[in-house]
DNA sequence: CAAGGAAGCTAAACCGATTTAGCATCCTTC
DNA sequence: GAAGGATGCTAAATCGGTTTAGCTTCCTTG
């Protein structure tokens, strides 16, 4: 027989449909031994259900859906998506719940697909990454009635379930460690300001500045390209009394950053020291390395993963849990600064 | 009303279901004015197809599947992935066809998951990546039906179908380009030895040496890694009679290999020419640039999508579809040999 | 003008599961 | 020993579409 459905199951053990869709599933209503009768007969068929018939009957479709609204090309070099993927994966798959995957251009498009996703029944929720400030999405899904969970950023008032890692601990962790070394002007080549997690890094920097005697700890954004990274290093090394150390957000940036100090003469670490925020097999090849802040990923996926399927069982549930936070890896791009 | 069905514009159109499924799906059974009029009311209630409920009526459950068999942490570098999803995506989403994607560890699992698939109609058909000598994914998909098309590589004889690029071409036009300038130690750092793409590499290398007048071309193989690459290149850069070019399988290995080439002391491109197969921003961003041999990865996916639809859609059609040839983009990396 | 065929539509079966209502049967329990 | 309740199961409805068989009309055509 080429792909046994429950009726041939009820056929060759002798009873009704009802009662194998009961015994496969694992709920009351036969006993035990016909239902290990009926699992046995399952097995040896090697009988699957088929999706979309579950998918109909219950209203569950077993699958959640990511989408990432960024350009194709700054996608690749970001080791993030990936380990996130897999550790979302990672979580999904021991529910045997897949995962759909989108990349789109921008937000609009974004929430298009989510709309989309929830007038065809595609998905039982979605993970949201990249958070901005007013976030739009949050209302869409709202509106949608499409579970969901937030990965980096809690999902504040309005209150979306959330994965999170302490961005501002991280960020004065580094400046600390970085003050400890002797700076006191240190620099920040931050991301795209309506990120979320922007604003929490500028302000941590801000916070922390007085406190540690910084001369000077200006903020500044860009867009999270190599070359908008590249252009505000050059900007910042040019000036007279130009930073001792300077903090990337993101392990990208920071490469660049790192062309231009060479490409100027700038030595590293020797006059200028380089922090990345965010860790991957990039900071790794530099020469000097890359001391840089790492997460865990992969258990930033998984979590999320868990997360999300217990807001899809419960949708009135309201989780926002914290994961470990991230550990700053000392490599050879930070040293004290020359007097 | 909340979600539409068709019945409910059935009820609306005067009409029954059946004429509303003729008319929104093109096929004849209605008139003209009638079907003008089911569409005019589906758009205005907005009403969406149930995706479940098509699947388990057409037996089609419009998607797809890309299963990558590697260790994440090798994956979030290479923009290959990335830049192919993205052309997959542009694609598909013409045909509202959505894309499942799962990281896996081993050509194993990756057989599991399309077993999986299969059995519980998950998608219509797969994307292969990474062919590989004798790849046993190939009998695998013939056995379970699954329609399938395979990237950068040749179906053969057992006929897949398949979208590739000329990398016998591509490489000899490195090696002819490399022996132009002067070089004639050229080795080449291949990737893992069973991928047929790397066996032809290897093969164009070997071929056009004694054409070119090569004293020695070697072909070393490894996992892929930074690490076996950064190895490699050390090993390479210490003998007495070193090459004075080194020609990478990747940009990851080519970036490790550059690495490599700085902590020695060997001068890039004075003394060491260095070419990577496989563009990114990663060569972009090294100092100096790297020469890379680019591939439209992005229409690769494009095409891989185009193809799969219409394997799907007549399973005994027979397609290899050779996209346009990659194109050696000359940066910094490469200069004439040292006398 | 009767036969034949196409166009336009309806009613009902169907896809493969879940879920609900209901029916025996057996075990308590006073 | 009759009422009451749990247990184990069946039959049928249901999810939202697609598809097939068949029934009217109306138009040809000889």
Redesign the pocket.
């Known amino acids: 027989m080429a ?8 056929d060759k053990a ?9 015994a ?2 694992g ?9 290990a009768r009926i699992l046995q007969i399952a097995e040896q068929m090697s ?4 999706s ?3 998918a ?4 569950r479709v077993d699958s959640v859906g990511l989408v990432i609204a960024r350009p194709a090309r700054t996608l690749g070099v970001e080791p993030f998506f990936a380990h996130l993927l897999s550790g979302l994966q990672s979580g999904l798959s021991a529910h045997s719940i897949s995962l759909q995957l989108l990349i789109v251009e921008n937000t609009e498009a974004e929430i298009e697909v989510y709309r989309r996703w929830a007038s065809e ?1 595609r998905v039982d929720g979605v993970i949201l990454v990249d958070l901005t400030v007013r976030d739009p999405r949050i209302d869409a899904l709202k509106e949608l009635e499409l579970p969901a969970v937030v990965i980096g950023g809690r999902g504040g008032k309005g209150a979306l379930a959330s994965v999170w890692a302490d961005d501002r601990d991280a960020m004065l962790s580094i400046v600390e460690y970085l003050a400890a070394l002797g700076h006191r002007r240190i620099a920040h080549v931050a991301g795209t300001p309506n990120f979320q997690h922007t604003q929490r890094r500028i302000r941590a920097v801000r916070d922390a500045a007085p406190r540690l005697g910084l001369v000077d700890a200006p903020s500044l954004t860009t867009d999270f390209s190599d070359a908008e990274g590249a252009a505000t290093t050059r900007k910042l090394l040019s000036q007279a009394d130009r930073p001792t150390a300077i903090v990337y957000d993101s392990d990208v940036m920071a490469v660049a950053g790192l062309g231009v100090a060479m490409e100027m003469g700038v030595a590293v670490p020797g006059e200028l020291s380089i922090v990345a925020f965010d860790d991957s097999i990039l900071t790794q090849l530099m020469h000097p390395a890359l001391t840089a802040m790492s997460r865990d990923t992969f258990d930033f996926g998984r979590q999320a993963a868990e997360v999300l399927l217990e807001v899809i069982a419960t949708p009135t549930a309201v989780i926002n849990r914290r994961t470990a936070d991230p550990v700053l890896t000392v490599r050879e791009s930070t040293a004290p600064p020359a007097h």
């Open positions: 792909r046994p459905t429950i009726a041939d199951i009820a002798g009873v009704s449909k009802g009662a194998v869709s009961f496969l599933n709920r009351p209503g036969v006993s035990d031994a016909t239902r009988w699957r259900p088929h979309a018939a579950r109909l009957g219950a209203s029944h």
